[in-house]
């Protein structure tokens, strides 16, 4: 199975300030990679496909990079709706594995 | 536009057995596979199982592998999910997702193993 590994699990910043997430693969996925915002009682909301692909609607101020075995996540300013957890996910191979998740709050 | 609406969830007890539904339009369903997901209270989030848009191949996470038995019913439009011998380590709500991840998820489904 691949593992996900992201970091860090939670993080607290100020509004305005720019925010990276990480994420490693135990092998190489190549861009299979997907990122998702979660909140509170809600189901996941796509908001990064293929690794750096931004999904029709989301902001610009969330971006993706990285291939094979590392990835990031950035929000470039934060804003007091980003408040969630975030979440990693590759679809290279099954079984589909999903980093740890990494809760941003506001400082 | 594309709705995934799952149901059956609710209270069950340990050893018993839960099975879920969910209720696909908007798309045709029967090009698509079709995954579930959980997520524990206060947890990540684990895929279980995962089935081929003609229901000839599916897969299952080992934590419910020999247990489950995922299946759809491509003229009802619907996916179905089954565990047997269930724990409160089972306790989740259970997402229909459209292939492997991606834009298309249910509202989820709370299934709470408990005596």
């Known amino acids: 199975d691949i593992q996900m590994t992201q970091s860090p699990s939670s993080l607290s910043a100020s509004v305005g300030d720019r925010v990276t997430i990480s994420c490693q693969a135990s092998?190489?996925?190549?861009?299979?990679l997907n990122w998702y915002q979660q909140k509170p009682g809600k189901a996941p909301k796509l908001l990064i496909s293929?690794?750096?692909n931004l999904e029709t609607g989301v902001p610009s101020r969330f971006s993706g990079t990285g291939s094979g075995t590392h990835f990031s996540f950035t929000i470039s300013s934060l804003q007091p709706e980003d408040i969630a957890t975030y979440y990693c996910?590759?679809?290279?191979?099954?079984?589909?594995?999903f980093g740890g998740g990494t809760k941003v709050q506001i400082k | 536009q594309v709705q995934l609406v799952e149901s059956g969830g609710g209270l069950v007890k340990p050893g018993g057995s839960l099975r879920l539904s969910c209720a696909a339009s908007?798309?045709?369903?029967?090009?698509?596979?079709m995954s579930w997901i959980r997520q524990a209270p206060g947890k990540g989030l684990e895929w279980v199982s995962y089935?081929?848009?003609?229901?000839?191949?599916?897969k299952y996470a080992d934590s419910v592998q020999g247990r489950a038995v995922i299946s759809r019913d491509n003229a009802k439009r619907s996916l179905y999910l089954q565990v047997y011998s269930v724990s409160p380590e089972d306790t989740a709500v259970y997402y229909c997702?459209?292939?492997?991840?991606?834009?298309?998820w249910g509202q989820g489904a709370l299934v709470t193993v408990s005596s």
């Open positions: 092998q190489d996925i190549t861009n299979y």
């Open positions: 293929d690794a750096s």
């Open positions: 997702v459209r292939g492997n991840g991606g834009v298309y």
């Open positions: 089935i081929s848009g003609a229901g000839d191949y599916s």
């Open positions: 908007g798309f045709n369903f029967s090009d698509y596979y």
């Open positions: 996910q590759q679809y290279d191979r099954l079984p589909l594995t």
